[in-house]
């Protein structure tokens, strides 16, 4: 089991940029994957964006255009660079490792918050 740390979280208006950093325990190439999921009052938790171990990112519709995510090896940390914000971005954004059996495992999950 891996311990994921997610920050950066906030609240900012609509147009602005937050940058989420997750922090693993361990080596993230123990994952075929790393992602970023958001979960909004009443909704779905939904992939927001995801890294494959070969650097290869898949974004949500929603966000293409917008976010960037990146990884950084060396720091063992997954960050996810959300531009252009809308209000509708609003969730709490939780971390996510995906092994080659394709289990799971998730961070405490930090808010953003995006005023109109």
């Known amino acids: 089991q891996v311990q994921l740390v997610e920050s950066g979280g906030g609240l900012v208006q609509a147009g602005g940029s937050l940058r989420l950093s997750c922090a693993a325990s361990r080596s993230i190439f123990s994952f075929t994957a790393m992602g970023w999921y958001r979960q909004a009052p009443g909704k779905q938790r939904e992939l927001v964006a995801e890294i494959t171990r070969g650097g290869s990112p898949n974004y949500a519709d929603s966000v293409k255009g917008r976010f960037t995510i990146s990884r950084d090896n060396a720091k063992d940390t997954v960050y996810l660079e959300m531009n252009g914000l809308k209000p509708e971005d609003t969730a709490v954004y939780y971390c996510?490792?995906?092994?080659?059996?394709?289990?799971?495992?998730w961070g405490q999950g930090t808010q953003v918050t995006v005023s109109s």
């Open positions: 996510n490792a995906e092994d080659v059996v394709l289990r799971r495992s």
